[in-house]
């Protein structure tokens, strides 16, 4: 059963780059995927650029809108991302609980809808 | 669902089996619970006064994976596991060991903390207890649309996410039952706090709740009987023993807060015809006439609670039904055993430290040894900056002040309780205690 982990927290949440707590903390991303991969239930893992790097494309009327951001008002923003294999719920949620921004902002564990492609 | 009358005698004992087991069958609870319902349809419309099977159980279960599998089959759900589950029409029906384990993963599943409480009472009643939708919505006072509604999305949930339906490792055992009894006792406060509705009877819940726990005691208890015997051949023999070892004990510490538990909720329903006068306004313990109280549930209160305390694991549940004990036994308000019960809060307010296990705490000290003593006790509570807010310290802090003469000061307390709200029925109570003063 696969899952994907949405690491959401605020921007200004975790330690500041640069200090020596946010090279610890990169130190225990790094230990954290490297357990998942021993374990052999990571696919995809990548971390994100800030959300003023992000840019919204939506269509309407068949016209290509494209805006700077979301800039929404919302608190916390998606950071990164696991997308693990795993065998349930309990499971998922154990890893969730271990990432390291779970700490100070929340992981939402989402299960992959497998479409069969026929063929 | 008219059920005949021996259909309806197996009901009870039966559903949950059978759901159990077509859940582990199947991997999937909605389907379990359909396949379950229509088998007893048809067991209403077959079985006679001469032509009831001589093992209900066991018949129920072939119908229903026969049900099971005609349904996939008309969905053409699942055609990829379908030649699995054809042969499920020839699978014996499960050993006891492999139904408890079936029996005990169905209520952990219903009452998962990946679902919402509302979801984890509603399936707990629909799938362990067997309460039909209508009878759960009536309960909780929703339209059964509402209620279905609530069903079918908590069920969605634990296919499309894989919520295991499992009996938790050792490690995760305690959390998980705590949620379990959880569950249970809301579903207990529900049919006991509110009035009675239409239909059915809202102290039904509290039925079912007593009932649940029941299940759950039994079913740990044999579980642990289970618990497979350490056998030292191999290499990591430790680590298996070890396994073993935090398993039966966990198993324990839950069947002892379990069967607290139970006593706790049959400590409160054997006060159920005291507990409102004839306005159906609530009356304190202190006021209520004893003489309407179920002895004979407070005998039974008893001898559940001394079978969880014999296991020696002291807990929660445990202890609130020590004190709902105590109540219970007293002839009287000012002849109960005030001692023990500051004793039993004190051990409660170190398992789960909370400002009002201290009050309560400080309530009985006042009746053990004095309102001075007393009051001393709620001021400290209040100097740590604890329930400042929180109307029924005022009050209670009034009626110490005003045994002691203090009239000022209990006046004070008073209005400052008053003035932090309450019902009608409350803020009238303090008016007049207020008017007794001067």
């Known amino acids: 059963m696969r899952y994907l982990l949405l690491l959401y927290s605020a921007e200004t949440a975790g330690p500041a780059p640069g200090t020596p707590e946010h090279a610890a903390e990169m130190q225990q991303w790094f230990a954290y995927s490297s357990e998942m991969a021993e374990a052999g239930v990571m696919q995809a893992a990548e971390p994100l650029h800030g959300i003023d790097t992000a840019t919204t494309v939506c269509v309407r009327d068949e016209r290509t809108l494209t805006t700077d ?6 608190k916390e923003v998606l950071g990164g991302f696991y997308l693990i294999d795993v065998e349930d719920l309990d499971a998922a949620t154990a890893w969730a609980a271990k990432a390291p921004s779970a700490a100070y902002g929340s992981v939402e564990v989402r299960p992959i809808l497998e479409i069969d492609v026929p063929g | 669902m008219a059920l005949q009358s021996k259909v309806a005698e197996v009901f009870a004992e039966e559903w949950p089996v ?10 999937d609870l909605g389907l379990a619970e359909e396949s379950a319902q229509d088998a007893f349809i048809e067991a209403a419309a077959r079985w006679g006064p001469e032509s009831t099977p001589d093992k209900p159980g066991a018949w129920l279960l072939t119908t229903a994976r026969r049900k099971a599998i005609d349904t996939i089959r ?19 029906p499960p050993e006891p060991h492999r139904l408890v384990d079936d029996q005990l993963a169905l209520v952990f599943g219903c009452c998962h903390q990946s679902l919402n409480t509302e979801a984890q009472i509603a399936l707990t009643l629909r799938q362990v207890c067997g309460l039909s939708t209508a009878q759960i919505a009536q309960a909780f006072l929703v339209s059964e649309a509402t209620m279905a509604k609530r069903l079918v999305r908590a069920k969605d949930k634990i296919r499309k996410a894989k919520v295991p339906l499992s009996v938790p490792e050792p490690e995760q055992l305690g959390d998980r039952l705590t949620a379990v009894l959880g569950v249970v006792y809301l579903i207990f406060t529900a049919g006991h706090t509110a009035p009675d509705g239409p239909g059915l009877v809202r102290g039904d819940l509290c039925d079912e709740a007593m009932w649940l726990a029941d299940v759950v005691a039994e079913l740990l208890g044999r579980r642990e009987a289970a618990e497979p015997p350490v056998i030292d051949v191999t290499d990591d023999a430790t680590q298996r023993a070890d396994h073993a070892d935090s398993a039966r004990s966990a198993l324990i510490d839950g069947r002892a807060e379990t069967l607290g538990l139970r006593a706790l909720m049959l400590f409160t329903d054997a006060r159920r015809a005291g507990r409102l006068d004839e306005r159906g306004e609530l009356v304190l313990l202190e006021d209520q006439d004893r003489s309407q109280w179920d002895r004979a549930m407070i005998d039974q209160g008893h001898d559940v609670l001394g079978d969880a305390l014999a296991l020696n694991r002291i807990g929660p549940y445990q202890l609130q039904a020590a004190i709902a004990g105590a109540h219970s036994s007293a002839a009287t308000w000012a002849d109960t055993d005030w001692r023990s019960i ?15 296990v201290l009050l309560n705490r400080a309530v009985a000290i006042s009746m053990a040894q004095g309102p001075e003593a007393g009051l001393g006790a709620i001021d400290e509570i209040l100097a740590r900056g604890h329930l400042g807010d929180y109307r029924y310290a005022h009050a209670a802090r009034a009626d110490l002040l005003r045994r002691l ?3 000022d000061d209990a006046r004070a307390a008073y209005e400052r309780a008053l003035a932090l709200g309450g019902n009608e029925a409350e803020q009238q109570f303090l008016r007049r205690r207020i008017a007794d003063l001067s």
């Open chain 2, 405 to 407: 003469d203090r009239t």
């Open chain 2, 74 to 92: 008309r969905q053409q759900r699942f055609t990829d596991r379908l030649p699995a589950l054809l042969e499920l029409a020839n699978v014996p």
């Open chain 1, 69 to 74: 951001g979301p800039f929404a008002e919302t």
């Open chain 2, 18 to 27: 059978l759901v159990a087991t077509l859940a582990r069958d199947l991997g």
């Open chain 2, 342 to 356: 500051v004793w039993m809060y004190g051990r409660l307010a170190r398992l789960n430290p909370s400002p009002v």
